[in-house]
């Protein structure tokens, strides 16, 4: 159960009225209804990303701005809390699951976070020893996430989207700053990607431990992870999402670390990709790209078993990296 708590206009409502009436017909339309899920790429060296979702605010076309807090079962109010790293391989949560909404286009959606310098552990960063710091998202609780990207919703459907809310291009360490007890200050400034689940694909399949062998990675196993970018014959790079003449990474995948080395990205819409591994994704920091004489900054991150993959949409496309 959902609240909604900004109505659409009078016009928006008289729409969806009509749409009830059809031209006479004594009999009712089947609701629209729109499943939101979220699902994540991975971030190195963290145990928990945990994020406070307080509301959703989705923006009609032609109409006023749909507020939908989250709630309890009971149908109170509460904030729901997602460990980010709880939803990697496919693996998502639903922050909407068969929520009643008006067909339409829609113009964008905006995820409302608890994540303010207040002390308050809501929306928060776990490494190990455990240690929690603060995860801040600059007027999180004013503004939001907010995903420029426009939907549709089909009349008499089960709308299906997901997001995908990429870990390794969003949570960063701004260099030197600290909080008010001297705690290492975390940012949230992230990437997101929205989905129609049903046009989507997964790329899935192992790594053979010999890619890795040799100087490049010098025994680090800490940074396996697989990267995808878009198109065919790409070169593959580090993630800088401030330099917009490369080809970013549409998303990351972690290579499993139990032996088996297995990957699977997930959640990409049909089309041709370029996969590669590396070992030193834990040296990928765009924050550390923009900072021009530090020394730390644009530590080289070498890619192995580059190679064409084309994705399915509803499909898993099987890729070993040899």
């Known amino acids: 159960m959902y609240k909604r ?20 017909d004594t009999g009712t339309t089947t609701a629209s209804r729109l499943d939101l899920g979220i699902t994540d790429a991975p971030v190195d060296g963290a145990d928990a990303v945990w994020v406070e979702f307080s509301e959703v605010v989705i923006q009609p076309a032609d109409g006023a701005r749909i507020s939908i807090l989250m709630e309890n ?11 980010l790293l709880d939803l990697q391989g496919g693996v998502r949560d639903m922050l909407l699951d068969g ?6 286009q829609y113009s964008w959606i905006r995820l409302m976070v608890n994540a303010e310098a207040d002390g308050v552990l809501d929306s928060y960063i776990e490494l190990p020893g455990p240690l929690q710091y603060e995860l801040r998202v600059p ?23 997901t997001i995908d809310f990429d870990l390794r291009k969003s949570v960063h360490q701004p ?22 689940t049903a046009t989507t694909g997964t790329i899935s399949g192992t790594v053979d431990p010999v890619v890795f062998a040799g100087e490049a990675c010098d025994g680090n196993t800490v940074g ?45 819409n049909g089309g041709t990709y370029t996969v590669a591994a590396t070992c030193a994704a ?16 644009n530590p080289e991150v070498t890619f192995v078993g580059t190679a064409d993959v084309n ?12």
């Open 5 to 24: 708590v900004i109505l659409p206009s009078l016009s928006f409502s008289l729409m969806l009225l009509l749409s009830g009436c059809g031209g006479g």
């Open 73 to 83: 079962v009971d149908g109170n109010p509460t904030p729901k809390s997602i460990n």
């Open 175 to 196: 260099n030197g700053q600290t909080g008010p007890s001297g705690d290492p200050v975390y940012w949230l400034r992230p990437t997101l990607r929205l989905m129609k």
């Open 99 to 104: 929520y009643e909404l008006p067909a339409g």
């Open 282 to 297: 834990d040296q990928d920091d765009p924050e550390l790209d923009n900072q021009p004489g530090n020394q730390e900054a």
């Open 139 to 161: 007027s999180g609780s004013q503004t939001g996430l907010k995903i420029n990207t426009g939907f549709e919703i089909l009349e008499g459907d089960t709308n299906d989207y």
């Open 311 to 322: 994705v399915t949409a509803g499909a898993e496309t099987l890729h070993d990296i040899l």
């Open 224 to 268: 396996y992870a697989v990267y995808v970018f878009s198109g065919a014959g790409e070169t593959p790079v580090d993630v800088n999402v401030n330099d917009q003449t490369i080809n970013n990474p549409v998303t990351t995948a972690a290579i499993s670390d139990d032996g088996n080395f297995t990957y699977t990205a997930a959640y990409l």
